[in-house]
């Protein structure tokens, strides 16, 4: 079977997103879950003692059984022709389902509104989600933290405004990163663990049909909402609605995205410009090709995708921040187009995203020697200091020398930018009488290493106290490999 190429396909799923985040956002996944959800509700009627006129249970087990039969080979035809008829989803559905199970046909849907099944199911499926998000981010960080450990004591030039500064090295940079990724966990934490289903509360919240269902037994009508979180694997219902759940729950899950895309980015970003400067690459497979034109070339494309993905993601975030803060009274239907569009896809974008980082960090090229050059070309400058203490241990004025190596500094720095030389600061310095150093002894104190203060220990102490408790505690979902589609 081939694709149908004459149709609009969305490349977050055709380029970017695993089937696995795909299929929870899938039709099949939908309708299934409506379809535990109504499974859900005839229980907890029928468990409840709902009876009839006569006083007979209105919902048997056979109906039970007939539905759980048929829970999962949907009729989708029947549902499509019933909806082009009546232009409402839910009740095709439930005609549909109906169709299979006639002996349950008439207590389908009983008591609730379309909500019931859309809202919750939206809740499951971003709660799904997450998890899965959550697994790879813990996978991002596990790999990370591998990184950073490897070159936590490999000196290299820092960066303020871009500009050399101070020697880090690369393993604590590489911690930034994770740091941040770590703070995005805390955050998917925090979400799923206060997740809620929507229960069934009715047209504008106030369980009204449940009222006229159970007799105004009000005991009994309080246990409808815990009896449908337990059975669909929550822990609460949310005590207040109106029809629909608060859209402020989309707007928390969808910032929570926007931080995993905005800790994505600035990783790329910082490994796109590594790259320029041929310290540190990405991956690069064998027969990939850089450049169309330029053959030679070895673009960071996978560094640039998370970043423009990313940027999709934060943008998105706007949809159900917008949503949440419309929503009229107890209900109005300006949300569902957009929910449709924004939240599926700003989870595809952020499965994405994760796998191109699981990609980058797992096959990350550290060129040393490029790094060590371009610190060494640094290095007088940032000596500089300790170049003026051993002077003036050695008889040197602490001001005049100050000046004299300002100004030092500054020749050293012209003959670099204007005419394209060597860093000649440590001649300069030599040959000037005032500061009584060799060439030689100046030379020995150009040791890296020591210029990256507590890094290396900063690095170990992160990764012993803060990432490994994390990670042993979630060993279990560790070891994942990325598939990258192109």
């Known amino acids: ?28 996944k939908k309708f299934r879950t409506w379809r535990k959800l109504w499974i859900a509700l005839a229980e907890t009627e029928m468990e409840l003692g709902l009876k009839g006129e006569n006083g007979e249970p209105v919902i048997t087990q056979e109906m039970i059984d007939e539905l759980k039969a048929h829970a999962d080979d949907i009729n989708y035809e029947d549902a499509r022709r019933r909806e082009a008829e009546v232009r409402h989803d839910v009740m095709s559905h439930v005609y549909a389902y109906g169709l299979q199970c006639p002996k349950a046909a008439g207590i389908i849907h009983l008591g609730a509104t379309s909500c019931y099944v859309g809202d919750n199911t939206d809740i499951i499926l971003m709660a799904e989600a997450l998890q899965l998000v959550r697994r790879k981010l813990l996978n991002v960080i596990a790999k990370l933290a591998k990184f950073a450990d490897t070159y936590k004591s490999l000196p290299t030039l820092a960066f303020t405004h871009f500009q050399p500064a101070q020697p880090t090295t690369v393993g604590k940079r590489a911690s930034l990163w994770l740091q941040e990724f770590l703070m995005d966990l805390e955050d998917v934490d925090y979400v799923i663990l206060t997740m809620k289903l929507l229960g069934s509360k009715g047209t504008t919240g106030t369980q009204a049909s449940f009222q006229e269902l159970f007799q105004n037994d009000q005991e009994t009508i309080d246990k409808i909402d ?8 929550f822990a609460h219902c949310y005590p207040v609605s109106g029809q629909t759940y608060s859209r402020k729950v989309d707007t928390r899950v969808a910032n929570v995205l926007a931080g995993i895309a905005a800790s994505a980015h600035k990783m790329s ?9 041929k310290e540190i690459e990405e991956p690069f497979e064998k027969n990939q090709i850089g450049s169309s034109a330029m053959a030679y070339k070895r673009n960071p494309m996978r560094s640039e995708r998370i970043a423009s993905l990313a940027r999709y993601v934060m943008i998105d975030a706007l949809n159900p921040a917008v949503t949440s803060a419309v929503q009229w009274f107890e209900r109005t ?29 797992d096959g990350l090229v550290v060129y040393d020697k490029v790094i060590t050059k371009h610190l060494m070309a640094e ?4 000596a500089t200091e ?27 720095g012209e003959n670099v930018k204007k005419y394209g030389l060597e860093n000649n600061l440590l001649e300069l310095i030599a040959a000037d009488g005032a500061f009584q150093l060799s060439l030689e002894e100046l030379q020995a104190g150009m040791d890296p290493a020591k210029y990256v203060g507590r890094a290396p220990l900063q690095v170990e102490k992160f990764l012993k106290d803060v990432v490994e408790p994390v990670l042993e505690k979630n060993r279990g979902l560790l070891g994942m490999q990325a598939e990258i589609h192109v």
């Open 379 to 382: 290095l007088p400058f940032m």
């Open 269 to 277: 970003n910082d490994i796109r410009l590594l790259q320029h400067l």
């Open 333 to 361: 239907l300006d949300d569902s187009a957009n929910k449709r569009l924004s939240i599926p896809e700003g989870f595809l974008a952020v499965d994405g995203i994760l796998d191109l980082c699981l990609n980058v960090v």
């Open 226 to 233: 815990p009896l449908i979180a337990q059975k669909m694997g």
């Open 1 to 28: 079977m081939t694709a149908d190429t004459s149709r609009y396909s969305s490349p977050l799923s055709e380029r970017y997103a695993s089937k696995e985040m795909q299929y929870i956002f899938s039709q099949d």
């Open 386 to 412: 300790n170049i003026m203490m051993d002077a003036v241990k050695k008889g040197g004025s602490r001001q005049k020398l100050h000046e004299r190596i300002r100004q030092l500094s500054m020749e050293a």
